[in-house]
């Protein structure tokens, strides 16, 4: 019979490896980003302009989203799991993370809201 602490070490192994393979790679932490970027979007612009966010995104096909995803979003892959950030000036913020094939996004993403939204307008 095994012991608890060589079960429990062979659990732990096991466990890492899982997360090894299961954590999400950087485009779906960046499809989140994006999607939530979409949503913010729609948010500041009102129900009555909604339209014209979805025109806007057809239009300009997702140009300034993307420009925006690359200047401000960034993934930290520590293999066992991700962080999504996101840098506003010179302040890195933690917008979320990555594991087991999720991606949970924090609620800092909509205390930023408003920044983040102006970013993408400037197209900074």
Do not use: C
Request: proline share 2%; aromatic share 10%; glycine share 6%.
């Amino acid at each position: 019979m095994m012991s608890k602490t060589r079960i429990f070490a062979l659990s732990m192994a096991a466990l890492m490896v899982l997360a090894f393979f299961t954590n999400p790679k950087q485009e779906q932490h960046e499809d989140a980003v994006r999607k939530k970027a979409i949503v913010l979007l729609k948010e500041q612009a009102g129900k009555q302009n909604e339209q014209v966010v979805d025109f806007g995104i057809q239009l300009f096909g997702n140009t300034l989203i993307d420009q925006f995803m690359q200047n401000h979003v960034k993934v930290e892959n520590y293999y066992l799991f991700s962080l999504t950030k996101i840098r506003i000036g010179h302040q890195e913020t933690t917008i979320g993370g990555g594991a087991f094939r999720f991606i949970w996004l924090s609620p800092k993403i909509d205390e930023k809201a408003a920044e983040i939204v102006q970013m993408i307008k400037e197209g900074l």
